[in-house]
């Protein structure tokens, strides 16, 4: 007997050695992706010209309002002749449209043009700057002002950088003669900011009015992150290739109100309140998805030992991972569907039980859930005939997820990298929402990515204040466009 169990501890202990030798060679020896991108001749551009360029249309007031009655059509107007008396060469050679009075389509074709094109979007209307805030910027909102090695303003990030990246890098290639192969398209939407239902979705139509799918599809979205995290020096491309999806609901209870000094055992405020508590005792499940493997595998092996060691050990510490991440908001919100109440009304006089009360609860849904799975979610949840669960417009099914294991992708990193040397690149979701998402019936290929660099404090710039951009980081961003252009043959 003693026999047998000191050899089963003996093979324990074997299996235990062998385990933790797998554990260890796995975390000394994981390696990036490889990189074997060389990095391009730069376009020289002329920079004085580009930037003060850029820095005349930060000072068009493109605002979306939230009331459609404050949209200035002049403003629009003007920024749309500013385009045409500077971007000459584009207007001559490219076919512009305008479409709905205000979004722009330009169309370049490529020397083949049965090919099926690709499209760069981008928006130039922007978000308002909030007038008790006006005084808190360093450099006026509204004047384009270069100083301290940035351009400040509005849009300067969001997203006319994007937009006017495009329009130099086009206006450069066509300077020196260059003509794509395939069609390349660009198109500027006006109205992203409230939704893009007249500007981006417009063009969608129209492009597939005219039966046209594309290759791909580029739009604003993750940025160049710098500092993502400690033990991590090197900036990482993250390429957003999927947005969430969006819903609200509204909870609505009811129950007999009456006099406060004789409660009832239950009001409709206490039903509401049993209800979210049961949402938020059970939130949708998370997975540590094959995407978000994806993410961190450039990066891992870069970080400290530790978390190396638990991150190219995913098979065995997914677990971990999962409990730990999802104490990180902006990890949580990558591994899960998440939720917040946002909205809560109930009661008009301190001294009467109210008969209704109502929450408005905001979702935000990962692409492996969808709205229908949500809804059957809280429903089962809240598990109560008193309470009744009301669908808010505007709700949206996630983005299908573009393949990493598409050509596309390799073309998008590579062109990330002839500019940024060796710069790792990671696929990601994007956790906001952005006007490609009109485009998914033309296109299985959406990519959600400006060449931005973005330190964890420059979050709170965009749609905020003191909103900038790097002067070299903007002559980047348009060498981007032009290997982006370029590679897209
Ligand atoms: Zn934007």
Same mark, same amino acid.
């Given at each position: 007997?003693?026999?047998?169990?000191?050899?089963?501890?003996?093979?324990?202990?074997?299996?235990?050695?062998?385990?933790?030798?797998?554990?260890?060679?796995?975390?000394?020896?994981?390696?990036?992706?490889?990189?074997?991108?060389?990095?391009?001749?730069?376009?020289?551009?002329?920079?004085?010209?580009?930037?003060?360029?850029?820095?005349?249309?930060?000072?068009?007031?493109?605002?979306?309002?939230?009331?459609?009655?404050?949209?200035?059509?002049?403003?629009?107007?003007?920024?749309?002749?500013?385009?045409?008396?500077?971007?000459?060469?584009?207007?001559?050679?490219?076919?512009?449209?305008?479409?709905?009075?205000?979004?722009?389509?330009?169309?370049?074709?490529?020397?083949?043009?049965?090919?099926?094109?690709?499209?760069?979007?981008?928006?130039?209307?922007?978000?308002?700057?909030?007038?008790?805030?006006?005084?808190?910027?360093?450099?006026?909102?509204?004047?384009?002002?270069?100083?301290?090695?940035?351009?400040?303003?509005?849009?300067?990030?969001?997203?006319?950088?994007?937009?006017?990246?495009?329009?130099?890098?086009?206006?450069?290639?066509?300077?020196?003669?260059?003509?794509?192969?395939?069609?390349?398209?660009?198109?500027?939407?006006?109205?992203?900011?409230?939704?893009?239902?007249?500007?981006?979705?417009?063009?969608?139509?129209?492009?597939?009015?005219?039966?046209?799918?594309?290759?791909?599809?580029?739009?604003?979205?993750?940025?160049?992150?710098?500092?993502?995290?400690?033990?991590?020096?090197?900036? !990482?491309?993250?390429?957003?290739?999927?947005?969430?999806?969006?819903?609200?609901?509204?909870?609505?209870?009811?129950?007999?109100?009456?006099?406060?000094?004789?409660?009832?055992?239950?009001?409709?405020?206490?039903?509401?309140?049993?209800?979210?508590?049961?949402?938020?005792?059970?939130?949708?499940?998370?997975?540590?998805?094959?995407?978000?493997?994806?993410?961190?595998?450039?990066?891992?092996?870069?970080?400290?030992?530790?978390?190396?060691?638990?991150?190219?050990?995913?098979?065995?510490?997914?677990?971990?991972?999962?409990?730990?991440?999802?104490?990180?908001?902006?990890?949580?919100?990558?591994?899960?569907?998440?939720?917040?109440?946002?909205?809560?009304?109930?009661?008009?006089?301190?001294?009467?039980?109210?008969?209704?009360?109502?929450?408005?609860?905001?979702?935000?849904?990962?692409?492996?859930?969808?709205?229908?799975?949500?809804?059957?979610?809280?429903?089962?949840?809240?598990?109560?005939?008193?309470?009744?669960?009301?669908?808010?417009?505007?709700?949206?099914?996630?983005?299908?997820?573009?393949?990493?294991?598409?050509?596309?992708?390799?073309?998008?990193?590579?062109?990330?990298?002839? !500019?940024?040397?060796?710069?790792?690149?990671?696929?990601?979701?994007?956790?906001?929402?952005?006007?490609?998402?009109?485009?998914?019936?033309?296109?299985?290929?959406?990519?959600?990515?400006?060449?931005?660099?973005?330190?964890?404090?420059?979050?709170?710039?965009?749609?905020?204040?003191?909103?900038?951009?790097?002067?070299?980081?903007?002559?980047?961003?348009?060498?981007?466009?032009?290997?982006?252009?370029?590679?897209?043959?």
């Amino acid at each position: 007997m003693r026999l047998i169990i000191r050899r089963l501890l003996i093979t324990f202990f074997l299996m235990l050695i062998g385990l933790i030798a797998v554990i260890l060679y796995r975390a000394a020896t994981i390696s990036p992706p490889d990189i074997d991108v060389e990095v391009a001749e730069i376009t020289p551009v002329d920079s004085a010209k580009v930037i003060d360029r850029f820095s005349r249309g930060l000072q068009f007031p493109t605002v979306s309002p939230q009331d459609p009655e404050d949209f200035e059509p002049e403003v629009f107007r003007s920024f749309i002749s500013f385009l045409e008396e500077e971007y000459t060469l584009m207007h001559e050679r490219l076919e512009r449209e305008i479409i709905n009075d205000y979004s722009l389509l330009f169309t370049w074709e490529g020397t083949e043009p049965d090919k099926d094109p690709v499209l760069l979007i981008g928006h130039y209307d922007v978000v308002p700057v909030e007038p008790q805030t006006e005084g808190d910027w360093t450099y006026p909102a509204w004047e384009g002002t270069v100083a301290e090695g940035f351009l400040w303003g509005r849009g300067a990030i969001d997203d006319k950088s994007g937009v006017f990246s495009i329009l130099e890098a086009t206006e450069r290639l066509l300077d020196e003669g260059y003509q794509p192969e395939r069609t390349i398209m660009f198109g500027f939407g006006h109205d992203e900011e409230i939704g893009g239902l007249e500007g981006a979705r417009r063009i969608a139509q129209t492009l597939q009015e005219r039966d046209i799918q594309l290759k791909y599809l580029v739009d604003e979205g993750m940025p160049i992150a710098e500092q993502i995290m400690e033990g991590i020096d090197s900036p !990482v491309a993250m390429l957003g290739v999927a947005e969430k999806g969006y819903l609200s609901l509204r909870l609505r209870a009811r129950q007999e109100g009456g006099h406060s000094s004789m409660p009832p055992n239950e009001t409709s405020i206490s039903i509401l309140s049993d209800a979210i508590s049961n949402i938020r005792q059970n939130p949708m499940d998370g997975e540590f998805s094959d995407l978000l493997r994806q993410t961190f595998r450039p990066i891992t092996p870069e970080l400290p030992f530790a978390e190396r060691l638990v991150l190219s050990n995913i098979w065995l510490f997914s677990g971990l991972i999962e409990s730990q991440f999802s104490n990180i908001p902006y990890i949580n919100a990558a591994l899960r569907t998440t939720f917040v109440p946002t909205i809560f009304d109930s009661g008009i006089k301190e001294n009467v039980i109210p008969a209704s009360a109502s929450a408005i609860i905001n979702f935000r849904i990962h692409p492996m859930d969808d709205v229908e799975k949500v809804k059957n979610h809280v429903r089962d949840k809240v598990n109560d005939d008193r309470v009744v669960i009301e669908e808010m417009p505007r709700a949206r099914n996630p983005s299908p997820v573009t393949d990493i294991e598409s050509g596309q992708y390799d073309l998008m990193a590579q062109s990330v990298q002839e !500019v940024f040397e060796d710069m790792p690149v990671a696929p990601i979701f994007f956790l906001a929402a952005t006007d490609s998402r009109h485009f998914h019936d033309i296109t299985d290929h959406v990519f959600r990515f400006r060449p931005i660099r973005a330190t964890p404090a420059d979050r709170t710039r965009i749609h905020g204040t003191d909103e900038r951009i790097g002067v070299n980081n903007y002559l980047e961003m348009i060498q981007f466009q032009i290997r982006l252009i370029k590679n897209s043959t």
